[in-house]
C-alpha cells in the first residue's frame, strides 16, 4: 500500500501483517504535541475552513508586487502547515483503533475540507503562469522573505508548458472525477468481492487464500502446500483474468489521455516530469538489471540447492532459506538497531536513538490497529511518528530500523529546510530506509552466535534484494511495455498482458535455462499489483535501494566525507530535484554505477553463504 489520500499528505507505508496483545502505555505514541485534546484538533480545523475562502482575497492580485505574492504565500502555506497537522493527527488517531467511528469521521470531514482546498488553491498556479517568469523572477530576487518558496514557484513556472488554457483546465479537472475510476473498480474487486478459495493444508489448517492468507501461506516450509497454495491462489484470479485485464487496460488508457492532452510523447515522460527525473534513469535501471540476470539466477540457484529441490518453481521462491529460532524483545532490538546506525555519526545516532525511546512510535499490535507499518513526518514543526506491528522477531527489528530511517530523514529535513522544502519525493525517501537496512544486515552479521544465524541475515538481505531490486524492476519493464503497447494504439485484453507479463517473468527466472520453471498459471500475476494503477511508480523502489547500497558501500568503507555528503541528502529534503540531490550527494542514477553496486553486494553476501556451506560440507 503506497497510496496518498489527502494533499500534501502521504505517509510511507509498508505492509506486514501480525495480531498480538494490547500495548501497554510505555510503548505507544504521544500526540499530543500535536493538539491537546479534542477540543484543539477541531478548533483548529475551523480556522483552517474559515480561512480556506480568503484564498480568493488574492484572486487577480499575485502580480502586483513581492510583497502581496509573499503575503499570499505566506497565508496559503500557513493553512497548508495546519491541515496536514489536522490530517495526521486524525489518520493516526484511527490507525490506532480503525474501528473508531469517531476518528473516522473527523478523517471523512478532512477529505471534504482537503477537496474545498484543492479546489481554492486551484486558481493559484494558472495565475502564477499568467504573471510570466521574468517577472516572478524578479520579485523572487527582490524579496528574501519569498526564499522559501522559490523551488516551488519555479516548479509551477517549469510545468508552463504542459499547463493548458483556463478552459482545457477545468475540463480536465471535470475529468478527474471519472478517471479514478479503474483503480477503484480494482480495488473493490481484488480486496472485497474476489471470492477468495479455502484450501486444506497438511496440517490441517484451512487457509483462506484472500491476498493476506496468499502472502502467508506461500512462504509455508511445506513445498506440497506451497504448491496446493499457489494453484488454488492464481486459479481463482485466473478465472478474473478478463475482467483485470478491462481494468488495467482502462487505467493505461486513462494514464495516456491525462499524458498526451498535456502535450506530453509518453506517459513515461509525464509520470517523470513531475520530479524532473531524466528519462535515463528508467533506461538504465532496466538495461543494468536485464545485463545482471545472471546474478538473479545465481541466488535463484543458491536457494534452490539450500531449499534442496532439483527442480525450482515459482512456489519456492517465499520459504526463507534458513529458520531462525531467535526472539528479538523489543529492548534488544532497540539496542541491535541503534548501534547499527553507529557509521552515521554521533548526530544521527542521537536523533535515532531519542526517536526510538521517546514516544514516537506505537510499537505493538492491538485490536483494530492498522496492519504493516509505516513512518510520517509530514508535521514540520513537530516530531516524527511511526506505527509498527512489533511481532519479537528479526522482521520486526529490520522494520524497525527501516521505519526510522524515514523518520530521522524527516526530522533531518524538518529541521534545515522551510516547510515547503522540508518534504521529500519517493524517489530520494527508499534511501534513506535502505541504507538503515544495509547497517543493520553490516551489525548483525559481527554479533551473529553461529553459522546458522548468518546465514538467516545473508538469507533475508538476499531476499530482499530480490524483491526490492529485481522484482520491481521486472514491474517497471512490463508497466513500460503496456504503456507503449497502448500508446501505439494497441488494445490490451487480459490474456495479452499474461502473454507479455509471462514473457517478461520467464526471462527474469531464467526458464528457458532451467533456473526457475515458471508454469502458465502464474502468467497472471500482472492482476495482483495495485502499483500498476499508480503509474510508474514501482521503478523507485529498485532506484532506491541501489542509491542506498552505493551510499552504505562507501559509508562502511569509511571513505572521507561519505557520511556528511550522505546526511547532506537526508537535510537536503525536497528543496531540489531528487535526482539532482541525490547526484550531488555522489551517486548518479542515470549511470550504471549504482546498480553494479547493488549486484556486487548481492554477488558478495552469495560469496559468504556459499563459503559458510562450503566449510560445512568439508
Ligand atoms: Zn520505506
Sequence with gaps: MFFATLPWFSPLLHAADSAAPAADPGTTWDLTPLYADEAAWRAAKDRVAAGIPKIKDFEGRLGESAATLLQAMDFVQGLRDE???????????????????????????????????AQAMSVIDPELLVVGEEKIRGFLDREPGLKPYRFSLLEVLRAAPHTLGREAEGVLSAASLVTGTPGSLYGILANADMPWPTIKLSDGTEARLDQSGYARWRASANRADREAVFDAFWKKVRDYERTFGVTLFSQMKTDWFN???????????????????PEAVYRTLLAETNANLPTLHRYFKLRARMLGVSEMHYWDIYPPIVALDKKFPLS??????????????????????????????????????????????????????????????YESLSTLAHEWGHGVHSLLANANQPSPDARYSIFTAEIASTQNEVLL???????????????????????????TFFRQAMFAEFELAIHEAVEKGNSLSGAKLSQMYGDILRRYHGDAQGVVKIDDLVTVEWAYIPHFYRRFYVYQYA??????????????????GAVDTYLGLLKAGGSDHPYELVKRAGVDLATPAPYRALVARMNSIMDQIEAILAKRNR
Design 332 to 393: 534488544t532490538s532497540r539496542d541491535l538497531a541503534i548501534h547499527a546506525v553507529a557509521p552515521l555519526g554521533a548526530e544521527y545516532q542521537k536523533l535515532f536513538a531519542d526517536s526510538l525511546s521517546g514516544r514516537y512510535t506505537h510499537y505493538y499490535p492491538q485490536p483494530g490497529k492498522r496492519a504493516g507499518a509505516y513512518m510520517n513526518g509530514s508535521v514540520h514543526n513537530a516530531h516524527a511518528y511511526v506505527l509498527m506491528n512489533y511481532n519479537d522477531d
Design 83 to 117: 491541515f496536514v497537522r489536522l490530517s495526521v493527527y486524525a489518520s493516526l488517531v484511527l490507525d490506532e483503533n480503525t474501528r473508531n467511528s469517531a476518528a473516522l469521521e473527523r478523517t471523512q470531514e478532512l477529505g471534504l475540507l482537503g477537496t474545498q482546498f
Design 543 to 560: 532506484t532506491s535501494i541501489a542509491a542506498g547500497t552505493a551510499f552504505a558501500d562507501r559509508i562502511l568503507a569509511h571513505e572521507p
Design 441 to 467: 544486515l553490516d551489525h548483525m552479521l559481527k554479533v551473529a552466535q553461529s553459522d546458522d544465524e548468518r546465514l538467516y541475515y545473508l538469507g533475508s538481505a538476499l531476499e530482499n534484494m530480490r524483491g
Design 259 to 277: 499524458a498526451s492532452t498535456r502535450k506530453y510523447p509518453s506517459t513515461l515522460a509525464a509520470a517523470l516530469d513531475a520530479d524532473n527525473i
